[in-house]
T-cell receptor
Framework: EPEVTQTPSHQVTQMGQEVILRCVPI?????FYWYRQILGQKVEFLVS????????KSEIFDDQFSVERPDGSNFTLKIRSTKLEDSAMYFC?????????????FGEGSRLTVL | QQQVKQSPQSLIVQKGGISIINCAYE??????FPWYQQFPGKGPALLIA?????SEKKEGRFTISFNKSAKQFSLHIMDSQPGDSATYFC????????????FGSGTRLQVQP
């Protein structure tokens, strides 16, 4: 069964360092998302991406964050200068037709720990 | 207005019992209401979803009840099993689901054998 894969599964970094989280969405999907989940809390939307551009972003997704689909298969989230409060589980998700179809598939997440 | 409020935070149910999780929303523009199930170490997975043109949707042991006037919806798990033990998130989206999902705070369900 096709699945969304994310790397790394866990990354520990120092405050102020740049981090890149990588995702390989399901191959024929067209819509891509990043969500995050601070330990024990709700899943929060960061950004959605369609047709090589951001289609929606939340207030969390400030100038420190960026997304890219560099090669047609990977979808990356970059945090330029990490803060302690960026520690969370980051989930990538993809969809063939967008949320309206209900087919939003999540990866297993990348746990980011900022020290 | 973008919030989705979920309760209870945690729930313990005996095997064979009914699990009920409730959600309420404020934004009347929301028009798509999915429930996601998350097991430890995994990403959320779509369980069942409803649109506001129906008041109930059933898939196997899982039922969503939707009350548009009260702006509330709930998940009922009939004949709960230990394998249902997971965290459940309600969510909502607008513009026929084209917009990003807004998740509730989650309910940790434990079904005791």
């Amino acid at each position: 069964e096709p699945e969304v894969t994310q790397t790394p599964s866990h990354q520990v970094t120092q405050m102020g360092q740049e981090v890149i989280l990588r995702c390989v969405p399901i191959s024929n999907h067209l819509y891509f998302y990043w969500y995050r989940q601070i330990l024990g809390q709700k899943v929060e939307f960061l950004v959605s991406f369609y047709n090589n551009e951001i289609s929606e972003k939340s207030e969390i997704f400030d100038d420190q964050f960026s997304v890219e689909r560099p090669d047609g298969s990977n979808f990356t989230l970059k945090i330029r200068s990490t803060k302690l409060e960026d520690s969370a589980m980051y989930f990538c998700a993809s969809s063939l037709q967008g949320v309206k179809s209900g087919e939003l598939f999540f990866g297993e997440g990348s746990r980011l720990t900022v020290l | 207005q973008q919030q989705v409020k979920q309760s209870p935070q945690s729930l313990i149910v005996q095997k064979g019992g009914i699990s009920i999780i409730n959600c309420a929303y404020e934004n009347t523009a929301f028009d798509y209401f999915p429930w996601y199930q998350q097991f430890p170490g995994k990403g959320p997975a779509l369980l069942i979803a409803i649109r506001p043109d129906v008041s109930e949707k059933k898939e196997g042991r899982f039922t969503i009840s939707f009350n548009k006037s009260a702006k509330q919806f709930s998940l009922h798990i009939m004949d709960s099993q230990p394998g249902d033990s997971a965290t459940y998130f309600c969510a909502a989206s607008r513009d026929t689901g084209r917009r990003a999902l807004t998740f509730g705070s989650g309910t940790r369900l434990q079904v005791q054998p």
